[in-house]
């Protein structure tokens, strides 16, 4: 079996490219890493250096090996790094996962207070389509999801946060006066998914009017794609915080009309053996302070398991 350690030595060798440097970087002896590569290499029962004149050339199951012990290097590094600042939740990194066509208002106003709070914890945020982030955070590369309520899964909890609700856009140039179903069902449409809130709400709206919904000649999750069609004369559907967004920026007008869609439940999803963590803690109270207050209709707490 090999250890943590082994591929240390491993990584160590290949790099430094002599003993005597390679020991000096892992603070032993030469003699004493000679013997400890030995008795590595009559463990495995393979060569995984040729001693030379050029110094120590791996050979192709030391390369493999060294490689992987350069991974493993950087990742305990890190970790020594992070974990006093963890103890304290005041350094390291939270990975944040986020489905499009959700409302960002209250993500972005929370990662601003965790940065200016919390200045040496580093935010990575990645979009992306909820089974991808959801995988992501299943084998530890996110630490938390904001998406609307997944499939039961015992080792994941799903923290309710807010509704989100949707509004039509359409671009500034368009008339005020609130359009027939009718005629909204004969323009072209820009929309996410089928399946997603937004597009569900648009759905939803049709059918109660008794149309069929319309076909999108787009199809995009993309929110400043959709926004960008929209001013060129489609219709489209946004979280009606984003809408707002847009249209404070001059840049569509939302429609007056009643989705009556009541908002999709928004919420964080976390790994249940993440419970405790300082920074996702830290992150949902600022969600909790900032993002339901931000949102149209009731807000949601109670932690409860998406099982």
Same mark, same amino acid.
């Given at each position: 079996?090999?250890?943590?350690?082994?591929?240390?030595?491993?990584?160590?060798?290949?790099?430094?490219?002599?003993?005597?440097?390679? #020991?000096?970087?892992?603070?032993?002896?030469? &003699?004493?890493?000679?013997?400890?590569?030995?008795?590595?290499?009559?463990?495995?029962? $393979?060569?995984?250096?040729?001693?030379?004149?050029?110094?120590?050339?791996?050979? !192709?199951?030391?390369?493999?090996?060294?490689?992987?012990?350069?991974?493993?290097?950087?990742?305990?590094?890190?970790?020594?790094?992070?974990?006093?600042?963890?103890?304290?939740?005041q350094?390291?990194?939270?990975?944040?996962?986020?489905?499009?066509h959700?409302? $960002?208002?209250?993500?972005?106003?929370?990662?601003?207070?965790?940065?200016?709070?919390?200045?040496?914890?580093?935010?990575?945020?990645?979009?992306?389509?909820?089974?991808?982030?959801?995988?992501?955070?299943?084998?530890?590369?996110?630490?938390? $999801?904001?998406?609307?309520?997944?499939?039961?899964? &015992?080792?994941?909890?799903?923290?309710?946060?807010?509704r989100?609700?949707?509004?039509?856009?359409t671009?500034?140039?368009?008339?005020?006066?609130?359009?027939?179903?009718?005629?909204?069902? #004969?323009?072209?449409w820009?929309?996410?998914?089928r399946?997603?809130?937004?597009?569900?709400?648009?759905?939803?709206?049709?059918?109660a009017?008794?149309?069929?919904?319309?076909?999108?000649?787009?199809?995009?999750?993309? &929110?400043?794609?959709?926004?960008? !069609?929209?001013?060129?004369?489609?219709?489209?559907?946004?979280?009606?915080?984003? #809408?707002?967004?847009?249209?404070?920026?001059?840049?569509?007008?939302?429609?007056? !009309?009643?989705?009556?869609?009541?908002?999709?439940?928004?919420? #964080?999803?976390?790994?249940?053996a993440?419970?405790?963590?300082?920074?996702?803690?830290?992150?949902?109270?600022?969600?909790?302070?900032?993002?339901?207050?931000?949102?149209?209709?009731?807000g949601?707490?109670?932690?409860?398991?998406?099982?």
């Amino acid at each position: 079996m090999l250890s943590v350690r082994d591929l240390e030595l491993i990584a160590a060798i290949e790099s430094s490219g002599t003993l005597t440097a390679a #020991a000096d970087r892992l603070g032993t002896s030469q &003699p004493a890493l000679s013997r400890s590569l030995g008795q590595l290499e009559r463990r495995l029962g $393979v060569a995984l250096f040729v001693r030379s004149a050029r110094g120590m050339i791996p050979t !192709l199951p030391g390369a493999q090996l060294a490689e992987r012990g350069r991974a493993v290097t950087a990742v305990t590094a890190r970790a020594r790094r992070d974990l006093a600042g963890w103890a304290q939740g005041q350094s390291g990194e939270l990975r944040l996962g986020i489905v499009p066509h959700l409302s $960002v208002e209250s993500v972005t106003t929370a990662v601003a207070r965790m940065r200016s709070d919390h200045p040496r914890i580093r935010i990575r945020v990645r979009v992306g389509a909820t089974s991808e982030l959801i995988d992501e955070l299943r084998i530890g590369e996110l630490d938390l $999801v904001l998406t609307p309520p997944p499939a039961p899964e &015992p080792e994941l909890v799903f923290v309710p946060l807010f509704r989100d609700r949707t509004a039509i856009i359409t671009a500034t140039t368009a008339p005020a006066e609130p359009p027939s179903p009718a005629w909204l069902r #004969a323009q072209p449409w820009v929309l996410a998914p089928r399946g997603t809130p937004t597009t569900n709400a648009v759905n939803g709206y049709f059918f109660a009017a008794g149309l069929e919904p319309p076909l999108p000649v787009v199809e995009t999750s993309d &929110p400043l794609l959709t926004v960008g !069609l929209v001013t060129g004369g489609h219709l489209g559907a946004l979280p009606a915080n984003a #809408a707002r967004t847009a249209a404070a920026l001059g840049m569509v007008r939302p429609m007056e !009309l009643d989705l009556s869609d009541g908002g999709s439940i928004v919420g #964080a999803l976390r790994a249940r053996a993440a419970d405790g963590s300082p920074h996702i803690d830290t992150f949902l109270r600022l969600l909790d302070v900032h993002g339901i207050e931000a949102q149209d209709g009731p807000g949601y707490r109670g932690d409860h398991s998406s099982g």
